[in-house]
């Protein structure tokens, strides 16, 4: 690894790469990070257009949508934590980071105001929707799919669907859904399966996803929708400071997961018999139980190279874990898309290969162990309550900037005789 980056370089660094609910700082090294990282200042480009912060009008939807999923109470005196001992469901918990960052102590915002909080996140929720910039739909899909009939064929599944039906019968009814057509509402719908059997129904609504996978093309796009990071599910490594931390870590390559996949995610069974043999290699098929949890956060803490090959679908938890063990992620796949990229440059702190050159024989291996140490260093955390930079904040920011899009699309339809005419 390299030297240590002086302190201010430190923050500027930490405080660019904030992730979900959470903080993430990472990087290769101080030699080889450009300029404008290491000067990075914290007014991002967006809020240079605007001095105030988002407003945000959220949904007062009965418990049953959201906190209710985790035998919490709705009190409005505080927010509940994230249950202990949820494995997997956390991955895909975005929704429930993004109604915490709104929950607190909400204020009135009168109309015009330029002026927010001079710390805190860059988004304030509002108690008048006439008020506000966008509108948040805080019921948590994805705990949904999780928690009722997640093998899809469980007589459960039908209080998921239910959900979704009344839901929509709720924006339905909402003068500001009608308004704009649901353009200026947001989605959360991060599990590929969340909102499997009315999403089509939002397609005009701003979506929070994974990536695009099992997303129709014409209800989820990358201009109108925010790709959000997976939350960690492997505990954060905070006291990782050996005097020689590559030379301490004895393994080249680490993967811990599920080798069967569809999809893409076939390349990981190709994988796993091109692993075979070496030494400095663990490529090990397992489940995301307790333990396997706690076995996966013991290997990446011990590798320098984690492997985040396509699943399911293109993106996974996996390379937020690596992350977060300071691992250097080896991202495997032809299609993926990830959050925040047009304030994060991932080949700054990762290494992409395509399907093609990952299963070249030898030709991955050959490149990591040629790979120079001193390029080699990176970090990732977690917080609550959100915080100013972090991703949460992130999140709301990208929402901002798709408000040009949404208020053209809802301008020209309030005018237009023939929409699309164009098409």
């Known amino acids: 690894m390299a030297a240590k980056l002086s302190v201010a370089a430190t923050v500027a660094v930490s405080f660019l790469l904030l992730l979900i609910p959470a903080s993430l700082f990472f990087f290769f090294s101080s030699s080889s990070l450009p300029a404008r990282l290491l000067s990075f200042s914290p007014c991002l480009s967006v809020a240079s257009a605007s001095d105030r912060p988002l407003k945000v009008y959220m949904y007062d939807l009965p418990s049953r949508f959201n906190l209710a999923m985790l035998s919490a109470s709705d009190s409005h005196l505080s927010f509940p934590p994230w249950p202990d001992g949820s494995g997997v469901k956390r991955q895909h918990s975005v929704e429930y980071w993004m109604m915490a960052s709104l929950f607190p102590q909400p204020r009135e915002i009168s109309r015009g105001d330029k002026t927010g909080a001079d710390d805190g996140i860059r988004v304030v929720r509002v108690l008048n929707g006439d008020d506000a910039d966008v509108f948040f739909v805080p019921f948590f899909s994805s705990l949904s799919f999780n928690v009722h009939g997640h093998n899809m064929t ?85 006291d990782d400071d050996p005097s020689d931390p590559y030379g301490s870590r004895p393994t080249l390559l680490f993967f811990r997961g599920r080798t069967v996949r569809k999809a893409e995610g076939i390349v990981r069974a190709k994988l796993a018999k091109m692993m075979k043999g070496f030494d400095d290699v663990h490529f090990e098929d397992s489940f995301a139980t307790g333990e396997g949890i706690k076995a996966s956060t ?28 300071h691992c250097v992620p080896i991202i495997i796949s032809d299609r993926i898309e990830l959050p925040f990229e047009d304030e994060i440059d991932y080949t700054e702190f990762s290494l992409f290969f395509s399907v093609k050159e990952a299963l070249t024989p030898s030709y991955l291996l050959g490149q990591l162990r040629n790979f120079p140490r001193e390029r080699w260093l990176h970090h990732f955390e977690f917080n609550y309550p959100a915080q100013k930079g972090d991703a949460v904040d992130l999140i709301w920011q990208q929402v901002r900037r798709k408000l040009p899009d949404v208020n053209l699309s809802m301008h020209r339809s309030r005018r237009l005789k023939i929409p699309d005419w164009w098409r």
């Open 298 to 325: 013991e290997g990446m803490r011990k590798s320098k190279f984690c492997l985040s090959p396509a699943g399911d679908t293109p993106s996974s938890c996996r390379l937020f874990d690596a992350i977060i063990s």
């Open 154 to 238: 469980d007589p459960d599944t039908e209080i998921d669907r239910q959900l979704q039906v009344d839901l929509l019968e709720i924006l339905g009814n909402s003068k500001f859904y009608q308004r704009s057509a649901g353009r200026d509402h947001v989605v959360p719908m991060h599990h590929p399966n969340a909102f499997r059997f009315y999403r089509d129904l939002l397609n005009s609504s701003m979506l929070v996803v994974s990536d695009f996978a099992r997303l129709p093309m014409d209800v989820s796009y990358l201009r109108k929708d925010i790709v959000a990071p997976y939350v960690h599910v492997v505990d954060s490594f905070l």
